[in-house]
Each structure stands twice: as C-alpha cells, then as structure tokens.
C-alpha cells in the first residue's frame, strides 16, 4: 500500500435489517480490504433473521448497536456515530498503516466514514482505490464506487445517481448494461448512493448528516446536494467496485421502519428533495412540474391495471402539498448556497429521459416476442461465437427487415407524394388543414359552421385523428401522412406481429424424408405473409385514392384476427412447449382466461376504431363471428360474454354517431372522406381481388397466390386452417360483390360503393389458406427426395411471385391518382374573408347535372363531409341553384343574399358551360376569371347575420358560433336574420331579454327586432354534446384500462416443471452466453448462494 494512505482515518459504519442471507459476505469482504479500516461500527435496526447472531459471533455481541425496528437509516448512522468506538483514538502506529506516516509528506489526518448496507459487499481493494481518488483534490468530499448487481456482477447497477426533472431517479445506464470498462474514470455527479459512499467527516458533521426525517430513500441525494451547495465536489471512483443487492428496492425483504409502501416514500422524498434545494422560481417551476407529472403518471398505472400503485403516487404528491412546514423548515436550513448549487449542477440533471424510457420500452416490448421465437430456433449445440451490438441485434430481425423493405417499396412508389406535406388531398381525402386543437375544437363542438350549418356530431374518426395529431406535435397533415402514405409499412408490421399466432411452425419430414441441409426458417414464412398483405391490391388502391379509412382498416385487420384468435381459441403462447411437462391444469386455464379477457377488450377497442373510419368493417366482423359461431364449436358461457364484448361495445363506444348509422343504413357502406365516383372493377376483376380505381396492379399479379392457395386445398394436416382461409376469402368476395352494386348518396355525390375493405378481408382469407401450402413446401425443401424439393421450390417460386410483381407494378406506376399535392386556396383569399358571408362553387358535369358545394373557409375540412345538413334549407337551395344555371328570371339573388351567400365561384371556367348563364344573371357582377377559376358577386351585400328592414339588408359582425352586437334605431318592426337552420337550439336575448324567435323564408333562424334597437346576444347551447362527449371519455379509458396487459408476463406464477423447463432454456442460454462474455468483460467473484448461511463462514 502506498504511503500516502497513511495520513485517512476511516470509520466503517454498517447498518443492517434482516440482511443474514447477504451479512456473511459483507462481513468477509469489509474486514478483508487491502487497506483496512480503522474504527468499525455495525448497527441493527431491529432484525428478526440471524443477522444479529451473525454480527455477534464474528464481531463479539458489545459491537453490535441494536435500535428499533422503526429506525431508519439516516437515524441509525446518526447514532452509531454517536458512539464512542466511532470517536475511539487511532495511534500513530495503527495496524491498518502498513507503513509509518511521514509528518513532512502528510501534516495533517482527514476522517472519513464508509456507509455500507449489510447487503452491499466492497471488492478487496475498494477502500484503497477510494482513498487514492480523495488524494487527487482536497475538494472532494464524498466519493462513490462503481456499484455491480450481487448476483450477476458483471452488470452496472450505479455510476453515481441523478434525477430528471420529474425527480424520478437515473443512472444513465441501460437495462442489465454489462461493465466493459466503458464508463471508467473518475467524474463528477450529482450524487451517489449511500452504499459503499465515502464521505469527509468533517463535511459530514457540518452539514449534519442524513436528513433523518427522510428515514429511507433519497437521503443519500438530498446529502449530496447540499455538498455541492457547500461548494465540495462529489465524485465517483469506478476503481472502487461495491456489489449490490438493492434488497430493499427490489423489495426483496420487509422494510420494518413503516408500515407505508416504499414507492409512496421513495416518490415523496423524490419531490421533497427537488423543492427543498432549489431556488424559488426553479422550485415553482419543479412544483407545477411535478403535479403534472404525477397525475400523468397515476393515469398511466391505472391503465396499465395497476391502481395501487397509482394510489400510492397520489398519496405521495399529497403527502407533500399537505405539510408545508417541513419544506418550509428545510429550505431554511439549505439557503446557503443553494442558488450557486442549482447553477453548478444543472449539467448532471437527466434530460429527455422520458422520451428515452418510452422508446426503450417499446423496443423492450417488441423485443419480448423475437427473444421467445429465437430461444426456440437456437442450434442443439448452443455454439455463439460472437454477439453483435443492440442496433445490429434489431436491424438483423426479420420483422424489422421486412418493415424496412416495405417502407422502400412505399417510398419509391410514393415518391411524387412525399414532398406535399400538409397539402396532400385529392380522391377521397380532404386535405388536414389547419392544427390538432381544430379537429379537438371540432369533434367537442355541437354546431358547425361549415355549408347551411349543422348540428350533426362530428364523425368518431375526427376525434382520434386529434389524438394522433397531438400526439404527433399537433400536426393533422402528418397524422394523414403516417396512416395513409405510411399504411402499407405498418399494415406489413402488424401482419408480422400476427403471423406469430397465425403461422404456425412447420412439421418435421417424415420417415421416408431425409433432412438435405436445406432449411427455410418461419421467420421467413412470417416476412412472405406480412409483405403479401401489405401489397394487396386493396391497399396501395386507398392510398392512391386517398382513402384513409380502408388504409387504417388495413393497418388494423392483422390486430384484430388475432385477439379474435386469442378469444376464441387457444393461443400458442399460452401453450407448453414440446417436450416439456404440461402445466398446472388451473393455471393454465386461469392464465387463458385472463388474456381472453384482456383480448376481448383489445378486439372491441381495435374494431371501434376501425368502425370509426368504415362502418362496414363492424358488419364484417359481426357476419364472420356469425358464421364462425355455426361452422365450428360454439363457446361456452364464458366465450359468449367476451364474444358480446367485442361485438357490442364498438356501436356503444361510438354513440350517439352510431345511431345515425342505424337510422340511415346505408351510410354503413361509405367510410372517412369524400365519397366520389370511380371506375369499379368488373367481376373478374373482384374475384382477383381487384377493388377498381388507380394504384392496383395488373390483375394477374395475384395468380401466383390464387395457385398456391388451390394447392393448399388437398393438405390434411392444416386442413382446417386451409377451409378457414378459404371460406373467410368467399365471404369477403360475396360482400364486395354486393357492396360494389350498391350506390350510396353521401351530400350530393351520389357514387358505387368501394369494395376495398371487403376485398382485403378476401385477400387475408386466401393469403392465410396459400401459407398452409407454403409451409408444406418448405418441409418439402428440407426433405431428400429431389421430386418433393423440385416441388416445393414451384411453389414457394409461385407464392413469391405475388409480392414482387406487387411491388413492381405499385414502383412502376406510382401512387399518383386523384391524391396529389392541393392548393390551400380552393377559393381566392379575399372571397373568405371575415365577415361570415358564404360562397357558393358551382360545377356543370358533362351528363348535364349541377354539382355545388357551400364553403364558408378557403376549403373544405377534414370531417366536415359527415355534417353537411339537409332539409329545408339544402331543398330551398336546390331550387335557387337550379334557377340561376337555367337562366329564370326571379328572386334568386335576394334570395341567396338571405341564406348568406355573398360569392359564385366556378372552378376551370374555360371548360364549364355553366359560365354564361351566370354572366347573364342581372344580380350578379364577374369580379375576376383566370384558367383557375372565375368569380361571381351578388350586388346586394351579405353575411352570416343580417337586420333586414323592407328590402333593405344591413350585415351585422357575428362570431362563427355565437354573436354579440349593437342593433341600431330604426324606423319600425325588423327582422334580424340569423343564415343558420332554426332548430331550436339558438338562444338570443335583446337588451337582457329573450328575444322573440321565429322562422324565416321556410328554413333560418330569426328575431323580431324593436325600433329601439339594442345590445343582441346570441348563444348556441352545446350541453348534451359536451356530457356525451365527458360520458364517451371515460368509456374509452375505461375500455383500453381493461384492453392493456397487467403484470409482467415474467411476473406471473408458474408451477411445476413448466417452469423449470422455461428457467432451464434460460439458464442453458445464459450461460451460452456467459460464456462468451467473460472473455471480453472484466472477471468478477461469483456471488455466494442465496441461502442463509452460519456465522462459522465469516469466522
């Protein structure tokens, strides 16, 4: 040992709590260090195991200090430091110097005291590696190691510790980071944990210690921070190696200090340390930070099926809010220094970790799945040479290249698209003008004023593509993009998810087979099947034509199939493996039940949404349970009850909407958007899946999968599988046959009815009986007869065929159609300009019918489609439309003064034959005309509210909805004129007065008006629109609360020797693993069993 050692004094204190199972350890380990300490104290707080026999035994029974049970941390080091063995003198000569001090080298002595837990074990030279780091700068006042788990010790649990800005603790490290020396050095921290923590004695004693009213978690931060306050440094040594149980945390023993839970105290002291040493204006900031943090939080656990812990997260917060006298007291004690604090550790603060752990949680999850599948695909010999990085890991796994491939394909399909933005339209799709706060201020509304104005609910659509857009930075134009544009890479990702259920492993040859070498994996069957049903023909024709309902139906589909599956039937995952034990017989049917339950849910979440775009899809899905229920067992009462949940709950999720589907029926057969003409596809066309319109391939490109579809007819062993498919494929072509003969009036464009979402039903049904036919053909791949590979490579060749001339032709011929890149100025800016009036495009079709649209913005939006009124006022309309076009003298341009009407627009005015008879009318003067358009004014003046006295019409300033204005004097009885269909829901008051109401012209909504005049207040009442949407809300977060998984699935029980076969495979792999590992990473001691041992081991 270096000399330089000699000048510290260190007094260990050890404080334990039922700690026997790791107490032996610890003890070897604190009285083994290179450089010893000097004074040992050792406290119990209480022990109810061994513990305390174990510290007698090896430290003699007077040693040991024993407190309460209720004592916590900061109090127990408070008092063994009190004691005088922690105070004892240490002579010159102390064996724990193995050489004598110089005075002339080192003057002076520094104390220092070393916290351990009875569950954190020092490495031999950790002591020493500590001091030597201390030597470097006389500034440093507490020192951490490097903290490994105890017992996998080469994974990092600590590098010293910080919080975010929610308070919620970071160490920067990744989950189960193995230590490879890449954090190595000594650098400065925010803090470090009080296991293995060295500190300055004198620095421990000015600043008082642990806050004892922290009593556990967090109290190593708070001490941390007012070091710093104090102008000190804190470091960490990661020389200086401590492994770690983390008992307490882990909850792997009781905390007998409180009866309280430890996430409730470890979430208060969180919050309490941020507001106790923070200025006052970041603390106001850290305050409201942390209330909308934890209710964020809270609701996040109790979707996620865990309400007490979301209980206790409140209770935390509360605890805080509702005893100010302790912030109030620690603050006082922390103002020196604490302005200059929060400037200098501003830099260890964590930032963005919210954003990190969402994306590694989902990454975690989605690993889960192709962690499981790769177990069951590793070599009987276990070998693994090497093992890449986590990018490669992920970028080599066959979901993800085959999302990647299909984005390629899309972006190369899409490429004259991708540049549009926020200006994408055309076909079916309205362009997603403005933020998400519009499509919220839409959907909660109870009156829009878009066309004549309408009461109409907003469709359910509208309210989750608001959800999408805030979620996506408030940009609709990019949530339209994700699920149109982006709907053929996630269709392809969903169709992988679900392939995992769908597809099943294929069979081992038979007896006359012998194995070739030539093995084709499932993941490669998974990566055919998904990029097949991303490419159907159905989907890259809605992107074309810009139907984003049958886009996100195609997203969906794969989700839906298989929770359907999972309630129904029996799903793999739940299954035993080969070989393997079966399970307890009332678990497994307790665990099946569960995710039936959960995945009756998911379906009725799933098809709600669905529902919400295509009505339709809710018909299917009720048609294909019916058939389902009388062709194969019916379920039992239990299977009844989820099967009603995922039929029933879509239509009530979405009332009142759905009731206006069952009273006009065929608004089943139109989906979100436009509803326009197109070219349909013959009969031929639909039975090779061809929906009609721009963007579907040639029709044979599909006859590669219609062959191996057929092929798959005669196979026994998925026989099932294959009638499944086939029958889900005729039920699909029966109903686009129908829906394609029908002619569905949406607003006034009467058109056929797209078949889309029926044909991808179809194309699933045929996709799934061909994989049955695929997976015999690779077992024949595998075999050694020549006739049976020479056959499954036909028709593996054949099934191929389908996704690649799918692509090639959607590359080949673009995704341009009628979607393409708009103006946002439909109209010309100054025609809707404020003042309320409306404008009127007229457009002459060649059959000689007159199509027109009420605008009342510079274009129609999202949703707005769905709420165009009829009745009195659209029948008035009609009447005025018909007679300007035709030439008739009459009122007809005072009458459309009065509807508010104040601009004629006619787009492409060359080639409209309707021009002349407006250049004609006498009440309407030609204001400008371009290649573009051409527009019209009335000459008498107009706007959305109007005091008309005789012929005489004076506009008055109203707000889109409500109004409030000054009615001047007049001569006598007036009228005001409000251009709005009087539907009782309008309520006016002149003067504080209820204004009387009556109907004008047959159809508006209007006042009689005094000659005195006076203030006018108009008020549209939205009560019942806002309580169903409160009631709606809640329903949909109580459906998802019940639709998302509990615990952990490595967190339920197993029995038996289905989990000793599951922790056999994970322990044959890890070790595989820790194989390799130990040549690239630093050698550790194994840990010691967790078993309690005797105090003999320690002796």
């Given at each position: 040992m ?5 000048r510290?004094v ?6 334990t709590?039922?700690?026997a ?5 610890t003890l070897?380990?604190l ?5 010893p300490v000097?004074r ?9 195991d061994?513990?305390?026999a174990?510290l007698a035994?090896v430290?003699g ?9 209720t004592?916590?941390?900061?109090e ?8 005088d063995?922690a105070s004892?003198?240490?002579p010159a000569?102390?064996?724990g110097s193995?050489h004598?001090?110089n005075?002339?080298?080192?003057p ?5 005291i070393?916290l351990?837990?009875?569950?954190s ?9 500590l001091?030597?780091?201390?030597d ?10 490097k903290?490994?788990d ?5 994974v ?5 510790v910080t919080?975010?800005?929610?308070g919620r603790?970071?160490t920067?490290l ?7 020396g890449q954090h190595?050095g000594?650098r400065d921290?925010l ?6 923590m ?9 600043l008082?210690?642990?806050d004892?009213?922290?009593g ?6 708070d001490f941390?921070w ?6 000190h440094r804190?470091?960490?040594?990661t020389d200086?190696v401590v492994?770690?149980?983390e ?14 839970h430890p996430a409730?105290r470890d979430r ?16 106001l900031r850290?305050?409201a ?12 656990l109790?979707l996620?099926?865990?309400?007490a812990a979301?209980?206790?997260e ?11 006298g302790r ?7 922390r ?16 930032r963005?970790?919210v954003?990190?752990?969402t ?5 975690e ?8 599948h790769?177990r ?5 010999d276990g070998?693994?040479?090497s093992e890449?990085?986590?990018?490669r890991r992920?970028l ?5 290249i085959v999302v990647?491939?299909?984005?390629a394909?899309?972006?190369a399909?899409?490429?004259?698209l991708?540049?549009a933005?926020?200006r994408?339209g055309g ?5 997603a ?6 499509l919220?201020?839409?959907y909660?509304?109870?009156w829009?004023?878009v066309?004549l104005?309408s009461d ?5 659509y509208?309210g ?8 996506l930075?408030g ?7 994700v699920l149109l544009?982006g ?7 969903t169709?992988y ?6 597809v099943?492993?294929?069979l ?6 012998r194995p070739?070498?030539?093995r ?12 097949v ?6 989907a890259t024709?809605?992107?074309?034509g ?32 080969d070989?393997?034990?079966a ?9 099946l ?10 379906v009725?979440?799933?098809?709600a949404?669905a529902?919400?775009?295509?009505p339709?899809?809710w018909?299917i ?13 019916r379920?039992?009462p ?6 009603a949940i995922a ?6 999720l ?17 989906e ?7 070219e349909p596809a ?6 090779l ?5 721009p ?11 219609f062959?191996v ?6 196979l026994?062993?998925r ?7 086939w029958?889900l494929?005729?039920?699909g072509?029966l109903?686009?046959t129908l829906?394609?003969?029908a002619t569905?009036?949406?607003g ?7 078949p889309g979402?029926a044909l991808i039903?179809?194309?699933a049904?045929?996709?799934f009986?061909a994989?049955?036919a695929?997976l ?10 020549a006739?049976?590979?020479t056959g ?7 099934a ?7 692509a ?9 159609g009628?979607l ?6 439909t109209?010309p800016?100054f025609?809707h ?6 404008t009127l495009?007229l ?15 510079a274009?129609?939006?999202?949703g ?14 009609d ?7 035709a030439?008739q003298?009459?009122?007809?341009g005072?009458?459309?003064?009065r509807?508010?009407?104040?601009y004629i ?5 060359r080639?409209d034959?309707i ?8 009440e309407?003067l030609r204001l400008?005309?371009?290649g573009t358009?051409a527009?019209w ?6 706007a ?6 005789g012929d005489t019409?004076t ?5 889109r909805?409500d109004?409030r204005?000054k009615v001047?004097p ?12 009087a539907d ?12 009387k ?9 209007g ?7 006076g203030?006018f ?7 019942m629109?806002h309580?169903?949407?409160?009631v ?8 998802v609360a ?6 952990r699935a490595d967190?339920l ?5 289905f989990a000793?076969?599951?922790?056999r495979?994970?322990?044959r792999?890890?070790r ?7 040549r ?7 840990a010691?069993p ?10």
């Amino acid at each position: 040992m270096a000399p330089t050692l000699d000048r510290h004094v260190v007094t260990a204190v050890l404080v334990t709590h039922d700690g026997a199972r790791w107490l032996p350890e610890t003890l070897k380990a604190l009285l083994t260090q290179a450089r010893p300490v000097q004074r040992l104290v050792t406290v119990d707080t209480g022990s109810r195991d061994r513990g305390p026999a174990v510290l007698a035994e090896v430290l003699g029974r007077p040693a040991v200090l024993t407190l309460p049970r209720t004592t916590g941390y900061g109090e127990a080091v408070a008092e063994a430091l009190r004691q005088d063995a922690a105070s004892a003198p240490v002579p010159a000569d102390d064996p724990g110097s193995a050489h004598q001090p110089n005075p002339y080298e080192h003057p002076a002595r520094v104390e220092w005291i070393w916290l351990l837990h009875d569950d954190s074990a020092p490495a031999p030279d950790a002591l020493a590696h500590l001091l030597r780091t201390a030597d470097t700068d006389p500034n440093v006042a507490v020192l951490g190691p490097k903290v490994r788990d105890w017992d996998d010790r080469h994974v990092l649990r600590e590098l010293g510790v910080t919080v975010d800005a929610a308070g919620r603790r970071e160490t920067g490290l990744d989950r189960r980071e193995f230590d490879q020396g890449q954090h190595d050095g000594v650098r400065d921290v925010l803090a470090v944990g009080s296991a293995g923590m060295l500190v300055r004695r004198d620095v421990w004693d000015r600043l008082g210690g642990f806050d004892v009213e922290y009593g556990l978690f967090r109290d190593d931060l708070d001490f941390c921070w007012r070091v710093h306050a104090a102008g000190h440094r804190v470091v960490t040594a990661t020389d200086a190696v401590v492994y770690h149980a983390e008992a307490a945390r882990r909850g792997l023993r009781e905390i007998g200090m409180t009866a309280e839970h430890p996430a409730r105290r470890d979430r208060r002291n969180a919050v309490h340390t941020l507001l106790a040493n923070q200025p006052l204006p970041a603390m106001l900031r850290a305050l409201a930070r942390n209330v909308w943090a934890s209710l964020v939080h809270a609701l996040y656990l109790v979707l996620t099926k865990r309400p007490a812990a979301a209980r206790e997260e409140v209770r935390a917060l509360g605890d805080v809010l509702r005893d100010p006298g302790r912030l109030r007291r620690a603050r006082a004690a922390r103002v020196d220094g604490r302005t200059r604090a929060h400037r200098s550790i501003r830099r260890f603060q964590a930032r963005r970790v919210v954003l990190r752990r969402t994306v590694e949680a989902m990454a975690e999850y989605l690993a889960a799945h192709e962690r499981d599948h790769a177990r069951d695909q590793e070599d009987a010999d276990g070998e693994q040479v090497s093992e890449p990085g986590p990018i490669r890991r992920f970028l080599a796994r066959p979901g993800v290249i085959v999302v990647l491939a299909l984005a390629a394909v899309a972006v190369a399909a899409e490429r004259s698209l991708l540049t549009a933005a926020g200006r994408l339209g055309g076909g079916a799709l309205v362009p997603a003008w403005g933020g998400a706060s519009d499509l919220w201020a839409q959907y909660l509304s109870g009156w829009h004023p878009v066309g004549l104005g309408s009461d109409a609910g907003s469709p359910p659509y509208v309210g989750i593509l608001a959800v999408l857009s805030t979620v996506l930075f408030g940009k609709p134009w990019l949530a339209v993009s994700v699920l149109l544009l982006g709907s053929v890479p996630l269709a392809g990702l969903t169709a992988y998810y679900a392939s995992r259920l769908l597809v099943t492993p294929p069979l081992r040859p038979g007896r006359r087979a012998r194995p070739s070498g030539l093995r084709v994996p499932v993941a490669a069957v998974r990566a055919w099947f998904a990029a097949v049903y991303a490419l159907l023909p159905s989907a890259t024709g809605a992107v074309a034509g810009g139907r984003l309902g049958t886009a996100v139906v195609h997203v969906l589909l794969p989700l839906i199939a298989v929770h359907a599956a999972r309630v129904y039937g029996v799903p793999r995952a739940c299954a035993p493996k080969d070989g393997a034990a079966a399970p307890d017989a009332a678990l497994h049917a307790r665990t099946l039940r569960k995710r039936a339950g959960r995945s009756a849910w998911t379906v009725a979440l799933l098809l709600a949404v669905a529902m919400a775009f295509v009505p339709v899809t809710w018909l299917i899905g009720v048609a294909a349970a019916a058939m389902v229920w009388a062709l194969f067992d019916r379920p039992g009462p239990r299977g009844r009850r989820h099967l009603a949940i995922a039929l029933g709950v879509p239509p009530l999720l979405m009332l009142p909407w759905t009731a206006g589907l069952l009273l006009h029926p065929s608004r089943f057969l139109t989906e979100a958007g436009l509803h326009r003409r197109f070219e349909p596809a013959a009969a031929d066309g639909l039975l090779l899946l061809d929906p009609g319109g721009p963007g579907t391939p040639a029709r044979w490109a599909l006859a590669g999968l219609f062959a191996v579809a057929v092929c798959a007819l005669p196979l026994r062993p998925r026989r099932n599988a294959v009638l499944a498919g086939w029958l889900l494929a005729i039920f699909g072509l029966l109903v686009a046959t129908l829906t394609s003969a029908a002619t569905v009036t949406k607003g006034a464009d009467p058109a056929p009815a797209w078949p889309g979402v029926a044909l991808i039903f179809a194309g699933a049904g045929v996709l799934f009986a061909a994989t049955a036919a695929v997976l015999r053909a690779t077992e024949a791949l595998a075999s050694g007869h020549a006739l049976y590979r020479t056959g499954g490579a036909a028709v593996c060749l054949a099934a191929l065929s389908a996704p690649v001339l799918a692509a090639g032709f959607w590359v080949g011929g673009g995704a341009g159609g009628p979607l393409t890149e708009v103006d946002p100025d439909t109209v010309p800016a100054f025609v809707h300009a404020p003042g309320g009036a409306r404008t009127l495009v007229l457009h002459k079709e060649p059959t000689g019918r007159v199509s027109y649209t009420v605008l009342r913005d510079a274009g129609p939006r999202i949703g707005e489609s769905e709420v165009m009124a009829g009745g009195p006022a659209r029948d008035r309309l009609d009447g005025l439309v018909a007679g300007l076009v035709a030439g008739q003298e009459g009122d007809a341009g005072p009458a459309l003064t009065r509807m508010g009407v104040q601009y004629i627009v006619v787009p492409y005015p060359r080639t409209d034959p309707i021009t002349k008879a407006l250049d004609a009318a006498p009440e309407l003067l030609r204001l400008s005309r371009t290649g573009t358009f051409a527009v019209w004014r009335l000459h008498a003046p107009s706007a959305r509210m109007m005091l008309v006295e005789g012929d005489t019409v004076t506009p008055l300033r109203a707000g889109r909805i409500d109004a409030r204005t000054k009615v001047p004097p007049g001569g006598g009885q007036r009228t005001l004129l409000l251009a709005e269909p009087a539907d009782g829901g309008w309520r006016a008051t002149l003067n504080g007065r209820e204004a009387k109401a009556r109907t004008v012209d047959g159809w508006a909504q209007g006042y009689d008006i005094p000659a005195a005049g006076g203030e006018f207040r108009l008020h549209r009442s939205m009560t019942m629109r806002h309580a169903w949407m409160v009631v709606q809300g809640i329903a949909v977060l109580l459906v998802v609360a019940l639709a998302m998984p509990g615990a952990r699935a490595d967190t339920l029980p197993f029995s038996g020797s289905f989990a000793g076969e599951r922790e056999r495979r994970r322990g044959r792999r890890g070790r595989r693993r820790g194989h390799h590992r130990s040549r690239v990473r630093h050698e550790a001691p194994a840990a010691e069993p967790a078993a309690e041992p005797s105090p003999e081991e320690v002796s």
